[in-house]
């Protein structure tokens, strides 16, 4: 649990340093969205990947890699870069009516996560990003030793000070528990998003053996073992087998 604690805050802490865009991009930022308004999606592609090189990465430069993408018809890449834009917003409009739609269309339909981690870390990703998680946290942190240095300072009020020791306690016990759930287990299976057209999943690392089902463009997967080129991956209703490494990408 330490070490989920103590990754989550560094986690908290380097995000936080890439919200804004580096103004030595901002150049860069106008000429995509120059030849985004041109309709020339590739170019506009190749500059905002530029920015995400350079070390800009926030939610409008996700967002609008993600819409470059799906203009394309690109599904599997514009999900991955609308998902990577969610981790900064999870909770915008326009956003989650662009994932709807490209859910809508792909060849896979949706299916319902299973294991409990898995459910608990969808849950707090749709409502809380990685920094506002991390904000909750903290703050409950320090109430919660407020209403300790209280109860130990001032008499007149333990009572109830006691009590708002024990509530902010348990919300800290309780959110701390379930954020370092969520951290672990998208650090330890990354999500993943299927980006060629179609995939054979196989029994096993190599093409000599059985496939046992496709995957297709804008599939999700989480990444559970990796070996020479090849992933094993789950499905969220914990179907499992190896496709290539490079047929997904990363959230």
């Not at 991390?134 to 703050?139: A, D, K, S, T």
Request: include cysteine.
């Amino acid at each position: 649990m330490g070490e989920a604690v103590k990754l989550l805050f560094v986690m908290v802490i380097a995000l936080s340093l890439f919200q804004g865009i580096n103004p030595d991009v901002d150049e860069l930022f106008q000429e995509a969205e120059i030849a985004y308004a041109k309709g020339d999606f590739q170019e506009a592609i190749k500059v905002y990947q530029q920015m995400i090189d350079a070390g800009a990465q926030n939610a409008e430069i996700y967002f609008n890699l993600g819409n470059a993408y799906y203009q394309l018809h690109d599904l599997g890449r514009a999900l991955v870069n609308y998902r990577r834009a969610e981790q900064f917003i999870p909770r915008d409009e326009d956003l989650q009516l662009n994932i709807a739609r490209v859910l809508a269309q792909r060849v896979d339909a949706p299916s319902n996560f299973v294991a409990i981690g898995d459910q608990i870390a969808h849950w707090e990703s749709s409502w809380l990003s990685i920094a506002e998680m991390g904000l909750v946290v903290l703050m409950l942190w320090w109430i919660t030793c407020g209403f300790l240095s209280a109860y130990l300072l001032l008499k007149r009020w333990r009572e109830w000070t006691r009590w708002g020791a024990i509530i902010s306690g348990v919300l800290f016990v309780f959110i701390g528990a379930v954020s370092s759930i969520r951290v672990v287990v998208d650090h330890t299976y990354p999500l993943a998003v299927v980006v060629n057209s179609r995939v054979s999943v196989l029994t096993g690392p190599d093409t000599q053996y059985m496939a046992i089902f496709e995957l297709h463009t804008a599939g999700e997967v989480r990444i559970m073992e990796q070996r020479n080129g090849w992933i094993r991956v789950q499905l969220p209703d914990l179907q499992e087998g190896w496709i290539k490494a490079d047929s997904v990408e990363v959230i």
